[in-house]
Structure formats: structure tokens, C-alpha cells
């Protein structure tokens, strides 16, 4: 990925983020019921939270313990990549 489209994509996420923070906020001000989701694409979850990783950014720990959602397709796949993981590691 070139720097001008790593920059455009950068942009361009965090106006996803900002625009959903706005929607959460407009909600709670006109007494709607918070919504208890958001959706995004997991590549920019997986880009902030490794970078947030990366930067040792005390707020990720708060969220440790906090239980998401991802589809059963990926999980399968990530329960795959652990044994491969674990059995290198072990090898």
C-alpha cells in the first residue's frame, strides 16, 4: 500500500469512527437507547488495536475483558492459526 492511499485510508477511518461517535451521541441527547454496537470493517478495529497494542496504551486493558462478536467463518480460522502458533512454538 503506497503512502498517499495508507493516508487516504487512515482519513478515512477515523471519519467511520468520528461519524459513529456522532450517531451514539445524537441518540443519548434525543433520549433514544444507546446503541450497544457499532459495526466496522475489521481491518480498522485489527489496525487500532495493534497499534494501541504497539504504543502499550493503558485503555486496551480496560477492555480485556469485554466479550465482541466476529463472524464463525473468521473464528474457525483463528482457532487454526493458534494451533499452527502453539505447534511452531513448541517445535
Given at each position: 500500500m503506497t503512502s498517499l492511499t495508507a493516508r487516504h485510508q487512515s482519513k478515512s477511518d477515523s471519519?467511520?469512527?468520528k461519524q459513529a461517535r456522532r450517531e451514539m451521541?445524537?441518540?443519548?441527547m434525543a433520549g433514544l437507547e444507546t446503541?450497544?454496537?457499532v459495526s466496522l470493517p475489521l481491518?480498522?478495529?485489527a489496525r487500532l488495536l495493534i497499534e494501541a497494542g504497539q504504543s502499550n496504551r493503558t485503555w486496551l486493558m480496560d477492555f480485556a475483558d469485554d466479550v465482541v462478536r466476529i463472524d464463525s467463518d473468521l473464528y474457525d480460522v483463528?482457532?487454526?492459526y493458534q494451533d499452527l502458533?502453539?505447534?511452531l512454538r513448541t517445535a
Open positions: 471519519t467511520d469512527l451521541e445524537l441518540d443519548r446503541p450497544k454496537t481491518a480498522q478495529v483463528l482457532l487454526a502458533s502453539n505447534d
